[in-house]
């Protein structure tokens, strides 16, 4: 073993056994092949093992350990190596939990755990900014992020967990995740109707929560796919958008959800702080976007 990479794996504490363990088998056959994507298999694999059958306790339990194993000092001579490594583990990861575990209580303990984080979107810690590939590749720079994704794929609960904690409100382009849901990917044959319809049912779900967390909405931009021969999977789609989002003035009910959501984001309280607000179940539920 070279020395910087013993030097890298001396510096890990046993609280972060797992990836330290990993990262010493990783040293190893580094020094067998020098690229990456040659020892990225072992990363995925060793993982993969551990994310199938995980649950919202030990995934808990995984992040713990992530997220102390980032903390421990690096050398700077095996920082690109650290890098590298750190990379492959959140595409795996991020891969398992929207692309094969499709698990809302995990969705919600990664965002639980990483909270604190999510006002920094260059954190690594920030797991829910960074992208991922949904199928395995041996580039993990390359893919979409979580919400684009789970857009892309029309999963309304996942969806609904994620606005929940205010990630669409801090994207600089919200509108983008919309036109994912009604044209990404492009519909191709259409197939069983079955099928079909679900896939409908699912986006107009998704596009119906979207439009709880967003002020305005240009649907001149949606048209504008349109015109230039998009088909969009809703083909009402505009019903699906209140009046008050691109027409009319904004609902005062909605805009105050807006604004108290807005505070709470800015506090990293986004959703547990609704509960401790002095007002009814009811509207605690209207700024959660139960309805």
Known sequence: MSDDTEKCCKELDKQCSLFGKLLD????????????????????????HVLRHIDARGFDSLLSD???FLHQPRNK????????????????????LFGQKVSPALVQTLLEGTISY??????????????????YSPDPLRGVSPLHYVAQSRQPGILKILLQYGILEREHRPLTTILIIL?????????????????????????S??????????VTKIKAQVNVKRKPLISNWLDYIPVGRYQ??????????????SCLLTKC??????????????????????R
């Open 183 to 207: 044209f990404s990917p492009a519909p191709g044959a259409r197939g069983d109707d079955h099928e079909h319809t679900e896939k409908v049912q699912k986006a107009k779900l998704c596009l």
């Open 209 to 218: 929560l979207c439009t709880r967390v967003m002020f305005r909405i240009h």
């Open 25 to 48: 088998k990783v040293a190893g056959r580094r020094l067998l092949c020098p690229v990456y994507h040659q020892w990225e298999p072992l990363v995925y694999h060793s993982l993969s």
């Open 66 to 68: 992530y997220i102390a």
């Open 118 to 135: 999510l006002g920094d979107r260059d954190n690594h810690l920030a797991l829910i900014w960074r992208t991922f590939t949904p199928v």
């Open 269 to 290: 309280q986004l959703p547990r702080g609704i509960s401790s607000l002095p007002l009814p179940k009811s509207l605690q539920n209207y700024l959660n976007l139960e």
């Open 77 to 96: 001579e095996c920082l690109g190596f650290y890098l590298q490594f750190t990379e492959i583990c959140i595409n795996t990861i991020l891969y398992w």
């Open 248 to 261: 009319h003035p904004c609902e005062l009910l909605h805009l105050c959800r807006m604004c108290i959501r």
